[in-house]
């Protein structure tokens, strides 16, 4: 119920919504009471008294009852709808602004395929259950209330009996919701293994075919897909249980009223119509029942789905101590003062690190794998807190600093350029949301990746595929320098940058990134002092 709770809040936002909702589930929930009023009246007047004078309007009076009910019913739907798109929208904003939020470390052991079913699939699952669960809900409750009243009028003792299966339909569906939970957990925990190997093998699918490990990782998406069946199997067995059982008991209940009933009629104390009426009602009395039913395994699925939105939504976000900092320009005075890091207490990464870097020169990072270099980079930029020891610039320490004007003054060049599946000048607009297509043209100059990009169908505006795929390494590359002039920092990180290309495209790279680093503050890593050179 805590989950429910916490998505409320969202639900508030729109009263206006909500209200024409339950107004139109509520005046279509009454309308129900007509056609058991219309039946008695036809059994009793217009066949056990011959009046065929009644029988047009008692028909005109039902089909005007059940054309009202369906429209109600329809403008319900269409005000649910919006309802739940804009909760839908809201809860999964917040969640992608926080997801945002987080510290690199939090992805670093979290796979991307989990995250992207707990925003997608998880978050509708949780607002399924609100929004229906409250709509449908108080529907359900409202009719098996006013069906009831309406009952008692005709035979308080044929209503008890008609409610007598009520209790053990209680207790079923409390069994049935203190043993859901983990069985709901398991499955959303399937299904989110399912999506992140998919992701994978999408992204990798150049490696899948070039290992030609087709059928190994046909074989492990199958082994993977089969526990998403096994799962779903034992959710669906309790249900096949469950369902069938409280279907059973209602028509118990059926068949004590036609008893019951049948005997009141034979005694005389009851008329015909009357029991007709009420076997009409016994029907409106038993489909909400079953609709509570179905709304339990929602309400499950949704928990289930809500506990796994929520352990990101309290997960805790960077810090940012200089949010309310005044922004002074930075020049790029770089100082590390006795920093040490480590990812692990037990495993120290850095220890007591001193370094100095004067505005507009540049300092080589020289080592093997493993022995820090991007670690030492990565704290410049607070993708990770250093333990001990302080980071200043321009003699300011780092964290009196936003976060949001560090990084807005720092640009990071890595030996793998991420493109995102856009437009050339899309990816080039992320060094510089407002920049003009000259300006784009005249950092692609710098850059050497001029040429490359006129050959492309639509030039600026050629889409790159996922990745930058219809790029090559050094191609994309040079587009990330050419990002990175856009953005003109006074800070830059040159991670390996010549790494993964051929010795002509290296030289091409070496020359944007003379531009690049002129006048700037820069860190370049390698494994090679000759690279640097």
Known sequence: MQVFIRVF??????????FATLFCA?????????????????????IGKNRPELLLPLVGLGFAAFFAQNLLNSLRIIFNNHFEQHVIFDLRSELYAHIQKLPLHWFDNRATGDIMTRLIEDVTSVERVLIDGIEQGTVAILQILIVSALMMTYSPMLTLAALSPIPLLAAGALAYTLTARSRYRRQRKAVSELNSLLHDNIAGIRQIKTYTSEE?????????????????????????????????????????????GSSQVLGGRM????LVAFFVLVRYLYEPVGRLHQLNQIFQSGRAAGDRVFEIMDAETEEDEGAGALCEPIRGHVVYQNVSFSYDPKLPVLDDIQIEVPVGSMV???????????????????????????????????RSMSRRHLRHNIAVVTQESFLFNGTTAENLRIGKPDASEDEMWEALRAANAVDFIRRLPEGLHTPLGERGVKLSVGEKQRLSIARALLKNPPILILDEAT???????????????????????????????????
């Open 26 to 46: 509520l005046m279509g929930t009454l309308m129900v009471v007509v056609f058991p009023a219309v039946t008695q009246q036809i059994v009793d007047q217009v």
């Open 271 to 274: 008329e015909i119509g009357a």
């Open 216 to 260: 190994r990782e046909h074989i492990r998406f199958d082994a993977t897909s089969n526990k998403v069946r096994k799962e779903t199997l034992t959710v669906m067995r309790a249900w096949a249980f469950y369902q069938p059982g409280m279907e059973f008991l209602s028509s118990a209940g059926l068949l004590m009223v036609a008893g019951f």
């Open 499 to 533: 790494a993964s290309v051929d010795t002509s495209t290296e030289k091409l790279i070496q020359e944007a990134l003379d531009h690049l680093m002129e006048k700037r503050t820069s860190f370049v890593i390698a494994h090679r002092l000759s690279t640097v050179r």
């Open 364 to 398: 080589a990072l020289v080592g093997p794998t493993g022995a820090g270099k991007s670690t030492i980079v990565n704290l410049l930029v607070r993708f990770y807190e250093f333990t001990s020891g302080e980071i200043t610039i321009d003699g300011v320490p780092l």
């Open 9 to 18: 809040p969202y639900v508030r936002r729109y009263p206006l919504l909500a």
